[in-house]
């Protein structure tokens, strides 16, 4: 069964989600303060939306980045998680693309 958009994710979901055990999910809450999932009675972790995508950047800054612990503490501290931003005009192109795409899903469903 998959849980709706936004539905809070209990640790062995998240785990499952970014193919890593469920104890490398609790060492880097102690490494990053930011990453806070409620916890309920028997300490029955809960992680919100933010917290799950917060995850993903914090494996995809150690696993593909190739960050250090203390480089994506910094990266996630500096607010950028260590890549350039996409300049605006690619981000105009990008989206120009989209809308021909969109339109042409839209004849296409339409016919």
Known sequence: MKKAEGAFLTISELADDLAVPQHILR?????????????RSGNRRYYRPEDVVLARRIH????????????????????????????SAVNQNILARLEIVRADLARALGE
């Open 27 to 39: 060492y880097w809450e102690s490494r990053f303060p930011q990453l806070r999932p409620l916890q």
């Open 60 to 87: 995809h800054l150690l696993t593909v980045e190739g960050f250090t612990v203390k480089g994506a503490q910094k990266a996630l501290a500096a607010g950028n998680d260590g890549v350039d931003p996409v300049p």
